[in-house]
């Protein structure tokens, strides 16, 4: 398997394989890879000539200081995890100095309002951390398609935003959350909650199944009430934000209209570990 830790190696390498009619897939990971990883992989495999998976854990898209020292690297076992795939991906794991050249700052973006709901509320400057890196990625692997999982919805819809503002040559395919037997949702964070924090964290995806159940007869506002008591009872976890919005401008909703489709995005704290979910609506 071949890993790159510069992206002068990794340029000079994609450029002596490829070729106009070689299609590349590329799958960005901040590592701490899970089968939600892994599909996107191997979705990439299925469709494109030639893989890249990139290793990076971006600082620029942190707000918390803790929280980017806390997050979990395992470059060793997630290249172990790779080979059971394929062993012709193309591992990019390189370096803060090398992705941002001695300059670890973010380049402001605007994604027309996308960037101000949600996460962008709670995260100030995430928005433009996670542009500011997927562009540059972008530029260094040239894929023909990149793949993103659904959980991150806003991410998602951003990176979409920001290939079409910078007219980028790139297919961005979003895939479906993979989740746990109990239901939550896949994400490299989980590695920090014990057994008991992981069977509990049960009741996010739990509280998302019964607010689409009742979106069918309830109002946002009454839905949103009865999520926010929910997690009152629930001492062990703290709701940062539960929120139903359009899926295309990411707005609250004010009323259902036909035709349209419906989002709920969800934040919760299991002691200092953030986990966020969506689920679609319609």
């Known amino acids: 398997m071949l890993i790159f830790s510069t992206q002068a190696d990794l340029k000079a390498h994609l450029k002596s394989v490829s070729s106009?009619?070689?299609?590349?897939?590329?799958?960005?990971?901040?590592?701490?890879?899970?089968k939600g990883h892994l599909s996107l992989m191997t979705e990439s495999l299925k469709e494109n000539d030639l893989t890249v998976v990139s290793i990076f854990v971006n600082p620029t898209q942190f707000n918390n200081k803790e929280d980017l020292e806390k997050y979990p690297r395992t470059l060793e076992s997630d290249v172990e995890k790779m080979k059971t795939l394929d062993d012709a991906i193309i591992v990019f794991a390189p370096s803060v100095d090398d992705i941002y050249e001695g300059k670890t700052i973010s380049q402001s973006f605007d994604f027309d309002g996308l960037e101000n709901q949600m996460e962008g509320k709670h995260r100030p400057g995430h928005f433009d951390g996670v542009g500011t890196i997927v562009k540059r990625l972008f530029e260094i692997v040239t894929p023909t398609n990149a793949y993103f999982g659904e959980k991150d919805f806003q991410q998602l819809q951003i990176v979409k935003k920001m290939v079409e503002k910078a007219k980028l040559p790139v297919n961005v395919i979003g895939r479906p959350i993979f989740r746990e037997k109990n239901g939550l949702a896949m994400s490299s964070r989980n590695e920090r909650l014990t057994a008991e924090e992981k069977e509990k964290a049960a009741i996010i995806n739990k509280t998302l199944l019964e607010a689409k159940e009742q979106f069918g007869t309830k109002n946002a506002n009454e839905i949103i009430e009865w999520v926010e008591k929910t997690f009152k009872k629930e001492t062990d976890f703290k709701l940062e934000y539960f929120e139903i919005a359009d899926e295309s401008t990411l707005l609250p909703i004010e009323t259902k209209v036909d035709g349209k489709k419906y989002r709920a995005f969800i934040a919760v704290f299991v002691n200092e570990i953030r986990l966020i979910d969506t689920i679609s609506l319609n």
């Open 20 to 34: 106009s009619k070689i299609t590349i897939g590329f799958v960005p990971t901040m590592g701490a890879l899970h």
